[in-house]
T-cell receptor
Framework: GQQLNQSPQSMFIQEGEDVSMNCTSS?????WLWYKQDPGEGPVLLIA?????ELTSNGRLTAQFGITRKDSFLNISASIPSDVGIYFC??????????????FGPGTSLSVIP | SQTIHQWPATLVQPVGSPLSLECTVE??????LYWYRQAAGRGLQLLFY??????ISSEVPQNLSASRPQDRQFILSSKKLLLSDSGFYLC??????????FGEGSRLTVL
């Protein structure tokens, strides 16, 4: 079945450093989503990507939809302590059909050292 | 904008007891709805999704079932809970734009 892989599995960085994480798939997706989850809460959507090659920013966050439609990356610039959490990528077919699974990667755990 | 409500927020149940988790959505119509389970420190496992009333797709053979009795209501159930059913259950709603939004989650502990 469809699977997403995320790397790295975990990261420990100094405050102020830039962060890069990526997500790869065995299948093509037409929409990529990036989420952040804090402990005990539901994931919060950070960025949505809809077109191959698309580069989208949200504050210090930048994400790109890979040309092959099988990968995506997320960058965080100048990390701060509140960036700590688990970051998930997700992919889906992109349109409302009877086959409309949204699949999540296993997550990247980010720790920021002040 | 849509709002997703889940209840109960926390639940402690004995093995063998039944389960009912509810999810309701406001601010949208005919949404695609999803149930995910997250074990401690793990990723999100898709359990069920629904593209309309009475339409349920099951992703993983398990001790759970789902129902969608109304357009904006999605229910996760079990007749007899197992220890392995413990986890954080998340309901999600897919917006027409393709974005997926989550509820606050329901934490289930089976003892």
């Amino acid at each position: 079945g469809q699977q997403l892989n995320q790397s790295p599995q975990s990261m420990f960085i100094q405050e102020g450093e830039d962060v890069s994480m990526n997500c790869t798939s065995s299948s093509i997706f037409n929409t990529w989503l990036w989420y952040k989850q804090d402990p005990g809460e539901g994931p919060v959507l950070l960025i949505a990507l809809y077109k191959a090659g698309e580069l989208t920013s949200n504050g210090r966050l930048t994400a790109q939809f890979g040309i092959t439609r099988k990968d995506s990356f997320l960058n965080i610039s100048a990390s701060i302590p509140s960036d700590v959490g688990i970051y998930f990528c997700a992919g889906h077919p992109g349109r409302k059909t009877s086959y409309d699974k949204v699949i999540f990667g296993p997550g990247t755990s980010l720790s920021v050292i002040p | 904008s849509q709002t997703i409500h889940q209840w109960p927020a926390t639940l402690v149940q004995p093995v063998g007891s039944p389960l009912s988790l509810e999810c309701t959505v406001e601010g949208t119509s005919n949404p695609n709805l999803y149930w995910y389970r997250q074990a401690a420190g793990r990723g999100l496992q898709l359990l069920f999704y629904s593209v309309g009333i009475g339409q349920i797709s099951s992703e993983v053979p398990q001790n759970l079932s789902a129902s969608r009795p109304q357009d904006r209501q999605f229910i996760l159930s079990s007749k007899k809970l197992l220890l392995s059913d413990s986890g954080f259950y998340l309901c999600a709603c897919k917006h027409d734009t393709g974005e997926l939004f989550f509820g606050e989650g329901s934490r289930l502990t089976v003892l």
